[in-house]
């Protein structure tokens, strides 16, 4: 059975860092691997998607990596913000999807 | 597309009561998953179907859980009877199987068994 992990559990940041948030996977067998944001109290909000056939993908100041072979993905936060803070969700599809526990990102004005 | 579609989005019972959540896919998609949130256990995958069809519902907790999908458009999950344990948020999320993929999930439903 898949088992998704996410390093750190909680981050807490000065405005204008640049950070990186892991995940990592038991099973490579994976379709694709998906990056989500939920603020508290809410849904989940996709960020990225990357293929299993891609090694990142980028929107804004985010970029996610993802090394297959090795059961690793990195999301990198370019020049951090406070509206940045939330719980980051790390997701991954081998016929459903399984996710993390997340890391919960603050960001200090 | 409005999205991924989910109602109530909240929900008070008292236990004992019968709960019935709802979910509209996004039109197109043919997979449709639900999920519980609980800070203790995190999301949990309950159930997922396939062109409408159950796939696996190994996630589901109990016999007291039923999910149905009647028609591409449309699914329940039904809790009876609930009990306050059952208290969590529920999301519904749906996707096209096949490239791209990517899950989009609805805004949940709050449920407080009381």
């Known amino acids: 059975k898949q088992e998704v992990t996410q390093i750190p559990a909680a981050l807490s940041v000065p405005e204008g860092e640049n950070l990186v948030l892991n995940c990592s996977f038991t099973?490579?067998?994976?379709?694709?691997l998906q990056w989500f944001r939920q603020d508290p109290g809410k849904g989940l909000t996709s960020l990225l998607l990357i293929q299993s056939s891609q090694r990142e993908q980028t929107s804004g100041r985010l970029n996610a990596s993802l090394d297959k072979s090795s059961g690793r993905s990195t999301l990198y936060i370019a020049a951090s913000q406070p509206g940045d803070s939330a719980t980051y969700l790390c997701a991954v599809d081998d016929n459903d999807m399984r996710f993390g526990a997340g890391t919960r990102l603050t960001v200090k004005p | 597309d409005a999205g991924v579609i989910q109602s109530p989005r909240h929900e008070v019972t008292e236990m004992g009561q019968e709960v019935t959540l709802r979910c509209k896919p996004i039109?197109?998609?043919?997979?449709l998953f639900w999920y519980r949130q609980t800070m203790m256990r995190g999301l949990e995958l309950l159930i997922y179907f396939n062109n409408n069809v159950p796939i696996d519902d190994s996630g589901m907790p109990e016999d007291r859980f039923s999910a149905k999908m009647p028609n591409a458009s449309f699914s329940t999950l039904k809790i009876q009877p609930s009990e306050p344990r059952d208290s969590a948020v529920y999301f519904c999320?749906?996707?096209?199987?096949?490239?791209?993929?990517?899950?989009?999930f609805g805004s949940g439903t709050r449920l407080t068994v009381v």
């Open positions: 099973d490579s067998a994976i379709y694709n």
């Open positions: 039109s197109g998609h043919n997979s």
């Open positions: 999320a749906s996707s096209l199987v096949g490239p791209p993929g990517g899950y989009t």
